[in-house]
């Protein structure tokens, strides 16, 4: 587990930042003063010859520093808790000046950099790892924007997720469009409910923008309305959904079908891997994906709860289904071992660094390089069946 967050400490001096300050992390300390301000510094070398006119200075958890008092006049020297020692060159973070806090809002060497820009939502998914807030949480939209342009060119692909993203209207639009500016070589993956999308006009909006790679991840939890509503506690949702999704590729916006798998739907898996052959054979991707027992999962694990091990069967014939519909198809978040062998070909590492862990029988287990373990938060509730290959 990587941590994103932490507070910290003013390791000498005094804090000049009067409001949060995002900035990218470096390691030259030789920047030309002028540029100083912007930057946060990542400084390994001595205390006694800390550099000055840096926006932030940061010094690792164990390092001793001089005098408070020695009236050197140095300010925004700030002690990483250990947690975020890791904080690296091209990192980027917001620094908190009221409680010295850091989130980090891109990590260089990450698997994946998410953004969250707003926890609000039109659905209350009884599985949902991130229970919606009624909250006015713009400031995550702002941040993103202040971050992209400070992103390393060469990064993969950013998401974007929430909440419901696609409630920020006209904003929701213009991330993408800043993205598309600022990384014109990343790829952008945009998790929505796909509801809002049954509005074509903003499916012909995101099409304008002309992302050179965009995928719209949007979950179908079931073959047919009942069920689907159920799940996302939310009436014609199943409906919207599939207005969206042809919506948008109407206007040729790539979608990615997701279906998260519990208690609930597994035993609907085949009908509804027939469903998507059926009706939506034109989707770009389908990922079929386990449970991460976080938020509303957590609190209502024990009615949806099932060990994969016991869907087994149910998702080896799904994926059948697909992949002789000649579908791209990906299993999420599944442990190797509890999944059967003709489907494992199927099996991506999909769980990001900062929350992907592995159990002590994983480590004499021959498939741990390719396998994707398990969502740190899992750890305490996992199948019964895990043992190493
Ligand atoms: S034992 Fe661990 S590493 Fe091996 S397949 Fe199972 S979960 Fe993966």
Redesign the pocket.
Known sequence: MIYLHSKNNTAHGEISHQRPFISKVITNSNLPFPLRASYALRWHGSTEALPQGFGLVLISSGKACPDRDAGNGLTNIVRLAPELDYLKEHDVIKFQPADCGINVLYRHEANSNAFLVTERCNSFCIMCSQPPRDINDHYLVDDMLEALPLIHSETHEICITGGEPTLWGDDFIQMIRASETHLPRTSLHILSNGRNFKNLDLAIKVAAVKHHDLMIGIPLYADYSQLHDYIVQADNAFDDTLRGILNLKRCRVPVEIRVVIHRENYHRLPQLAEFITRNLLFVDHVALMGLEIRGFAKSNLDAIWIDPYDYRNELAEAIDTLARSRMRVSLYNH???VIPEPVRRFAVKSISDWKND??N??QN?N??QE?G?FFSSNLTKTSDH????
């Open positions: 442990p190797l071992c592995f159990l029988e994983c287990c498939s741990k396998c373990g895990i043992k190493a290959l």
